[in-house]
């Protein structure tokens, strides 16, 4: 039996099955071309961090979405690559993973056909939660949305584009997941 590659941080043992590389995922799952990340970061009101993409974004610009990527071939985890986009996208520090949000599966284009995407989104604390520093490069602008305003599609005067539907669900699914974990406290 292989051991899993240790983490930086702890983690839920929600997350157990993701601590594969992204090739030994793949040779595992292979239904699905490639592998990306999202996390979900709460404040201490319970606010959920989105992020803007970049005017400059070729994809999507200015839309609104959580920190989160492609898993890299040099990422030892899949796990390890939700901690270092949330470190390049905003900045942050993860500690701990507290549990798996989610899945959807989303396709693009690619010579022959097309790639077929899962994405995993995590739900993660950090050591200093207000200390976010945008990748310029990325993104534009944060802020910090509470349920009904992720459900509205606005926070305060500011319109939320999302990329695709699954991306606003997700979003509804962290808090439903904090909410039902809340309660078994």
């Given at each position: 039996?292989?051991?899993?590659?240790?983490?930086p941080?702890?983690?839920?043992?929600?997350?157990?099955?993701?601590?594969?590389?992204?090739?030994q995922?793949?040779?595992?799952?292979?239904?699905y071309?490639?592998?990306?990340?999202?996390i979900?970061?709460?404040?201490?009101?319970?606010?959920?961090?989105?992020?803007?993409r970049a005017?400059?974004?070729?994809?999507?610009?200015?839309?609104?979405?959580?920190?989160?990527?492609?898993?890299?071939?040099?990422?030892?985890?899949?796990?390890?690559?939700?901690?270092?986009?949330?470190?390049?996208?905003a900045?942050?520090?993860?500690?701990?993973?507290?549990?798996?949000?989610?899945?959807?599966?989303?396709?693009t284009?690619?010579?022959?056909?097309?790639?077929?995407?899962?994405?995993?989104?995590?739900?993660?604390?950090?050591?200093?939660?207000e200390?976010?520093?945008?990748?310029?490069?990325?993104?534009?602008?944060?802020?910090w949305?509470?349920?009904?305003?992720?459900?509205?599609?606005?926070v305060?005067?500011?319109?939320?584009?999302?990329?695709?539907g699954?991306?606003?669900?997700?979003?509804?699914?962290?808090?439903?997941?904090?909410?039902?974990?809340?309660?078994?406290?």
């Amino acid at each position: 039996m292989t051991q899993a590659p240790a983490l930086p941080v702890e983690y839920d043992p929600s997350v157990q099955e993701y601590l594969l590389s992204e090739k030994q995922y793949l040779q595992n799952n292979g239904q699905y071309q490639v592998l990306c990340v999202g996390i979900v970061l709460f404040n201490k009101e319970g606010k959920l961090l989105l992020v803007q993409r970049a005017k400059t974004e070729k994809a999507f610009p200015e839309f609104w979405e959580i920190p989160g990527g492609k898993v890299d071939d040099s990422d030892e985890t899949i796990v390890h690559a939700a901690i270092r986009e949330l470190k390049e996208e905003a900045g942050l520090e993860a500690t701990r993973i507290v549990r798996k949000v989610g899945t959807f599966v989303f396709y693009t284009p690619r010579p022959g056909g097309q790639a077929r995407w899962l994405k995993t989104i995590f739900e993660v604390e950090v050591k200093d939660v207000e200390a976010i520093t945008l990748d310029p490069v990325e993104h534009d602008n944060y802020l910090w949305a509470t349920e009904d305003e992720v459900t509205a599609d606005r926070v305060g005067d500011v319109s939320l584009k999302y990329i695709s539907g699954d991306n606003k669900f997700v979003k509804l699914e962290a808090f439903r997941h904090r909410r039902e974990a809340a309660a078994k406290m």
